[in-house]
């Protein structure tokens, strides 16, 4: 059974991946915080110039800090913000992470069961 998000400003129901609330007369910037694990508003903390440096959110529900996914400022089908790091550290957010995690797993076992595949091979 999957959660069901709302608007923090209009109360509107709005799908877990949205960047901008579905009401007309809302249209408020949506991200899900990493912190919180919800869809939220976020406003600028800091803007750091830089091209792989990433500028700063806030959470307006618990406040935590958080940066723009890899992913959605590449223009993937992201609306996650990553927890801040110092450097490129904590590229993705959590739902990125853990797909990308899920893709090495799957290269990695594939590419075994064609190395032994290979080995064990009549010749």
Known sequence: MSKS???PVCGNEVDAAATVCSNAACRAQLAL?????DITTYVLVE???GALVRDIYRCDRCQGLGVKCLVWLSGGYCNGLARPGTRLDRPLCPACSSRAGEMMRTVASW????AFGGLLRKK
């Open 5 to 7: 998000y709302k608007c």
């Open 47 to 49: 803007r750091r110039p």
């Open 111 to 114: 590419t075994l069961i064609g």
């Open 33 to 37: 915080c990493p912190h919180c694990r």
